[in-house]
């Protein structure tokens, strides 16, 4: 089993930055993709970024795009996505998301560990 736990949410402006960390225990393995997903009320769960161990790529929803950044610190297992520029609609509770299959399972949902969610709230 792996555990996660996210932490850096909060209350911010329009604006504003924030930035999210994601630690894996137990049985983890650094050669995992890990990546982020956000979920707002009444919407679906939506990929947001994710980051491959194989290469090191990158890959972003559209809509956060040149402003968030993802990245990993292998020795610490630990993903980072630091938000700049945030807005009202990132309003959401952002999950991590980690698996050995690599990147490509992780941006279709189906990573096989999640994170209890941090809570972002952007005020305008």
């Known amino acids: 089993q792996v555990q996660l736990v996210e932490s850096g949410g909060g209350p911010v402006q329009a604006g504003g930055s924030l930035r999210l960390s994601c630690a894996a225990s137990?049985?983890?393995?650094?050669?995992?993709?890990m990546g982020w997903f956000r979920q707002a009320p009444g919407k679906e769960r939506e990929f947001v970024a994710v980051?491959?161990?194989?290469?090191?790529?990158?890959h972003y929803a559209d809509s956060v795009k040149g402003r968030f950044t993802i990245s990993r610190d292998n020795a610490k297992n630990t993903v980072y996505l630091q938000m700049t520029s945030l807005r009202p609609e990132d309003t959401a509770v952002y999950y991590c998301?980690?698996?050995?299959?690599?990147?490509?399972?992780?941006?279709?949902?189906?990573?096989?560990?999640w994170g209890q969610g941090t809570q972002v709230t952007v005020s305008s």
């Open positions: 137990g049985r983890t393995s650094s050669r995992s993709a």
């Open positions: 998301a980690v698996d050995a299959r690599g990147s490509s399972v992780i941006r279709a949902g189906e990573a096989d560990y």
């Open positions: 980051i491959d161990w194989w290469t090191d790529s990158t």
